[in-house]
C-alpha cells in the first residue's frame, strides 16, 4: 500500500511538467496511422505520457509485442478525452475512491466528482466508441473496450494490461 501511495505522489508531480520529445514523435509517427494520430493528439499531454508510457514498457518488454498491442497501448485512453479530465479530478478520484460502477454512463455530468468517476469508468467504451467513428480496425476497437476486463480477453490485452500497471 505505501509503495501505491508514493507512485501515486510521483505519477502527480510527473504530471505537473509533462513532455512530449521529439524521439518520441517519431516512435508514434512510426505506430500509428493518421487516423489513430488525430485521436492520440487530441488527448490531454498527460494522457499522451501516460500511453506513451505504457507503449514504451511493451515496447522494451521480452513479452511477444506486436503493433497491434503498441496501438492499443498508446490509444487506450481515447475514451478520457470526451470533457477535459484535469489534474485536480484525476486526483479526487484517487483520494475519494467509490463505487463508481454506479455512475451513468451518459450523459457526461459537469459535477467535478461526477464526471471525473464517470470517465475513470466509463473512458475504455467511451473510446471504443471513438475509435468506431474513427473507422478503427475493428481489432483494435475490441481491444480499447476490453483493455481493463478482468481477466484478459486475449494475449494482448494480457501484456497490455502488465505494462499499464507499470505505468
Not at 40 to 55: E, G, K, N, P, T
Not at 119 to 134: D, F, N, V
Request: proline share 5%; glycine share 2%.
Amino acid at each position: 500500500m505505501k509503495t501505491k501511495f508514493f507512485d501515486r505522489v510521483k505519477r502527480f508531480f510527473r504530471a505537473l511538467n509533462v513532455q512530449i520529445t521529439e524521439e518520441e514523435k517519431l516512435f508514434i509517427e512510426k505506430y500509428l496511422e493518421e487516423k489513430h494520430k488525430k485521436v492520440f493528439y487530441s488527448m490531454s499531454l498527460i494522457d499522451q505520457r501516460h500511453c506513451l508510457d505504457v507503449a514504451n514498457t511493451v515496447y522494451q518488454s521480452e513479452n511477444q509485442t506486436n503493433e497491434i498491442i503498441l496501438k492499443l497501448a498508446l490509444l487506450h485512453d481515447i475514451g478520457k478525452q470526451l470533457k477535459p479530465f484535469s489534474l485536480l479530478e484525476r486526483t479526487a478520484v484517487v483520494l475519494f475512491p467509490r463505487e463508481i460502477k454506479k455512475v451513468p454512463f451518459e450523459p457526461l455530468k459537469d459535477n467535478i466528482l461526477i464526471k471525473a468517476w464517470q470517465l475513470k469508468y466509463w473512458h475504455p467504451e467511451y473510446g471504443a466508441r471513438i475509435a468506431e467513428e474513427e473507422n478503427f480496425e475493428p481489432f483494435l476497437v475490441e481491444l480499447i473496450r476490453y483493455h481493463h476486463h478482468l481477466p484478459p480477453r486475449n494475449k494482448e490485452i494480457e501484456i497490455f494490461q502488465w505494462a499499464d500497471n507499470l505505468n
